[in-house]
T-cell receptor, first 115, second 117 residues
Framework: DTAVSQTPKYLVTQMGNDKSIKCEQN?????MYWYKQDSKKFLKIMFS???????INETVPNRFSPKSPDKAHLNLHINSLELGDSAVYFC??????????????FGPGTRLTVL | AQKITQTQPGMFVQEKEAVTLDCTYD???????LFWYKQPSSGEMIFLIY??????QNATEGRYSLNFQKARKSANLVISASQLGDSAMYFC??????????????FGKGITLSVRP
């Protein structure tokens, strides 16, 4: 019954490793997002996909690469992890693409710790 | 560009009382949406309430209501009859209706609410 799910919930890894976070939504939404919440709880959008197409790409290092195999899934792959990547990463989805004011529903978050 | 400002320090409220969490915003979009989310200590982001900029009436959802004052660019969240489970961080956010830079959801820095028994 989970609307937006993410795996894993916790991810602890060494600097320099490559890791992926998976996200799936069963709401039938067309648009999915990745957000980063830093240690001060500030939330900032990283990417947005609409029907598998990238529509928002904020100033994010190119070590971060989103991939959307279909509109229900949006995965985040991170290469060469750095200490500063430690944060909580949230996936979200909404019905409308850019320009809509519809509600975004968030996944439970993935707490990434880079040692 | 759009901006959300939440400047209150940690808020405290007695159980069963009402509390107002402040939010002011700035945008160049003629039409936009305002949102409030709750983040309890468990970490998930829970959608609470939405207000459209052209909505004639203030939004209400159960114990949550939004005091929308467009001329003052404020969208304060009112929680009535506070419960212990309302203790959490609350985020105000906005999104423009036009495509482009303002189409993304922009969050304020959040306000921590603690409900006292």
């Amino acid at each position: 019954d989970t609307a937006v799910s993410q795996t894993p919930k916790y991810l602890v890894t060494q600097m320099g490793n490559d890791k992926s976070i998976k996200c799936e939504q069963n709401l039938g939404h067309d648009t999915m997002y990745w957000y980063k919440q830093d240690s001060k709880k500030f939330l900032k959008i990283m990417f947005s996909y609409n029907n598998k197409e990238l529509i928002i790409n904020e100033t994010v290092p190119n070590r971060f690469s989103p991939k959307s195999p279909d509109k229900a899934h949006l995965n985040l792959h991170i290469n060469s992890l750095e200490l500063g990547d430690s944060a909580v990463y949230f996936c979200a989805s909404s019905q409308a693409p850019a320009g809509g004011t519809d509600t975004q529903y968030f996944g439970p978050g993935t707490r990434l710790t880079v040692l | 560009a759009q901006k959300i400002t939440q400047t209150q320090p940690g808020m405290f409220v007695q159980e069963k009382e009402a509390v107002t969490l402040d939010c002011t915003y700035d945008t160049s979009d003629p039409s936009y949406g305002l949102f409030w989310y709750k983040q309890p200590s468990s970490g998930e982001m829970i959608f609470l309430i939405y207000q459209g900029s052209y909505d004639q009436q203030n939004a209400t959802e159960g114990r949550y209501s939004l005091n929308f004052q467009k001329a003052r660019k404020s969208a304060n969240l009112v929680i009535s009859a506070s419960q212990l489970g309302d203790s959490a961080m609350y985020f105000c956010a906005m999104r423009g209706t036009l495509s482009g830079a303002n189409s993304k959801l922009t969050f304020g820095k959040g306000i921590t609410l603690s409900v006292r028994p």
